[in-house]
């Protein structure tokens, strides 16, 4: 082989490796292009859902919220056709289409979110295998998509909207017949799509539901205030009747004291009197002295009269209603106290000549003292009932008030209705004597029994026609 | 005509001592009138003795004079009962009229108010035709408790 020939064919080598190596060159560039292409539509779709999450940072409202995704959905994932937003109707059980962008067909999105929602990630679906996934949904419906313009698409991206472990709704994208296929590279933007949405959708929700729950706390502390308010008066109502009643009780007790040491004072008078002349001098200064005493038996009478209600104000009282009127009256106070209230009223229950107010008093100094007899809650049983004691009888109103609290001691239960004897550090001592006393003036009675650790039941005795 | 005996039932023993001096003179000798404080001694004489008439004092904290009104009721109920009491009270008036007694007055009562109904208790004519307007009624009213 000459020289010549060696050459030529060292010649024909390098020009060999030279296409060779712009081959590779082409190729290189070729892969540096499409990188580089790749690398401006990664950064156009961190860019753009940047932006989304920005705007829902801001969005206050579901509606703009999914209107804003859907729409910039066309533009991150090029080639899709339509973009279907549906969020989950748990009422009703049902997915609610909330947001459209493209030219779809709205049965297609439809069928396509059933499957995001049931998906625990974003998913691709590609030709084929959209099909066999409307399949396992059922043949009805795959028949009426197959009627759809349309169908199928070539691809599908689709996720569903969750936040933690709570579904929320499901967004779907799919490509028309001549768009190109979405790639597996979509999977993760659209994941992001979907959690920022979902997140979005969810604080909006979350906030809606603290502002009603704002306001029914701001409604239900105005209607707690207003109750306690009613209580508070009750109770200063209750405790000012006390005081007073106090000091009817002992004008009552020092005029019955008065009445004997004056019927012998009087009649003693009367008695000189009778044996003494008509013209005796000192008769006018018997008159005297027996006109005074009358003045001082008025007094006595208006002094044990002191706190007997007049007849104005005596009307004719449903019990029952007072009972409810207190129960509700001390409702807040029975909530805050764990203490579980049950009314058994019987509707038959006639109407009974009373001072309302005073019976409504008594009712509430016994329920409260339940109340406290109840510190860590128990139940409270209020019942009443007509009683025959004979058959000529008037019917008596029976009236019971129960509670499963801590009971009186049997030390205690004899001086209950003593005034101003009391078992509580603030107590007056004058709710049950007042109470006690209540009852007597209108004929009835009171009494109580009670067990340690057991409970305490009061019970009234009214009668019909007082 | 035979005398009447009318038992007088009082822990006051001057209110009582009133009372049957006061009736002993306007009952004009007719009756004879009997004082305790003993509602023991009272429910013996009506047990064992001719009584036309007991008044009682039925001081709520004495439990023994209710006794003596209840037994008197059960087993003397041919024997009157009038309640002369200085304890007036709604209570005490709902208490009499269940153990039945018709006669009630409250002190202090004047005599010549309280002759009538005694004369009203031992159910026959007073002296003069004055109804016994001092009888506090122990029906029920339909007003005041």
């Given amino acids: 082989m000459s020289e010549l020939e060696c050459l030529r064919g060292y010649i024909q080598d390098l020009e060999g490796r030279l296409y060779a190596a712009e081959a590779r060159a082409d190729s290189v560039a070729q892969e540096a292009e499409l990188q580089q292409r790749r690398t401006i539509e990664l950064s156009a779709r961190l860019s753009a859902i940047l932006s989304i999450s920005a705007a829902l940072l801001i969005s206050r409202d579901v509606d703009a919220i999914v209107q804003l995704v859907v729409r910039e959905a066309v533009g991150i994932f090029p080639g899709t056709s339509a973009v279907y937003l549906f969020l989950l109707d748990l009422e009703h059980d049902r997915l609610q289409l909330q947001a459209a962008a493209g030219s779809g067909d709205h049965q297609t999105g439809s069928a396509l979110a059933r499957i995001a929602i049931l998906s625990p990630r974003a998913m691709l679906l590609v030709g084929p295998e959209l099909e066999m996934a409307v399949e396992r949904l059922g043949s009805d419906e795959l028949d009426q998509l197959h009627n759809t313009p349309g169908w199928p698409p070539y691809s599908a991206l689709l996720c569903p909207l969750r936040v933690e472990s709570s579904r929320m709704g499901a967004i779907v994208l799919y490509g028309g017949v001549s768009a190109h296929l979405y790639h597996p590279r979509d999977i993760p933007f659209v994941q992001a799509l979907a959690d920022l949405t979902a997140v979005a959708i969810d604080e909006v929700q979350q906030r809606a539901r603290a502002a009603i729950l704002q306001r029914d706390l701001a409604i239900t502390q105005s209607l707690h205030a207003e109750a306690q308010a009613r209580l508070n008066a009750a109770q200063a109502q209750l405790l000012q009747s006390a005081k007073l009643a106090a000091v009817g009780e002992l004008s009552a007790s020092v005029a019955h004291e008065i009445n004997n040491p004056l019927y012998a004072a009087r009649n003693s008078l009367y008695l000189v009197e009778q044996d003494m002349d008509a013209d005796h001098p000192q008769r006018a200064f018997l008159a005297i002295a027996q006109q005074e005493l009358g003045r001082i038996a008025r007094i006595i009478t208006r002094m044990r009269d002191f706190y007997r209600p007049t007849r104005a104000e005596l009307t004719a009282t449903s019990v029952n209603i007072l009972l409810r009127e207190t129960l509700e009256l001390v409702q807040t106070h029975l909530r805050h106290g764990h203490i579980h209230a049950v009314a058994t009223l019987n509707p038959d229950l006639p109407a009974t000549v009373a001072h309302a107010d005073q019976l409504r008093q008594v009712f509430l100094n016994i329920i409260l003292n339940a109340c406290d007899a109840m510190p860590r809650g128990g139940d409270l049983r209020v019942t009443t009932q007509l009683l025959h004691a004979r058959p000529e009888a008037p019917p008596t109103i029976g009236i019971h008030i129960t509670d499963t609290g801590m009971g009186i001691a049997t030390e205690h239960l004899a001086h209950i209705f003593e005034p101003f004897y009391t078992t509580k550090a603030q107590g007056t001592g004058l709710g049950l004597a007042i109470s006690a006393h209540i009852i007597t003036q209108h004929s009835g009675r009171i009494s109580v029994e009670s067990e340690l650790g057991q409970g305490t039941t009061f019970t009234i005795l009214l009668p019909v026609s007082t | ?145």
């Fill in chain 2, 1 to 145: 005509m035979p005398s009447r005996q009318i038992y007088i039932v009082d822990d006051d023993s001057v209110a009582a001592l009133i009372t049957q001096r006061g009736l002993q003179t306007m009952l004009d000798g007719q009756s004879t009138v009997l004082v305790t404080s003993s509602p023991n001694a009272a429910w013996l004489a009506c047990a064992t003795d001719h009584v036309d008439l007991l008044i009682v004092d039925p001081n709520p904290q004495i439990s023994a004079t209710l006794s003596l009104l209840r037994a008197v009721r059960a087993f003397r109920p041919h024997i009157p009962l009038l309640v002369l009491t200085a304890y007036d009270t709604p209570g005490l008036r709902a208490k009499m009229r269940e153990l039945g007694v018709v006669h009630y007055v409250a002190k202090p009562i004047d005599l010549r108010d309280l002759l009538p109904v005694v004369y009203a208790a031992l159910a026959v004519n007073p002296p003069t035709s004055d109804p016994p307007l001092a009888t506090i009624s122990l029906k029920h009213p339909s007003g005041s408790p």
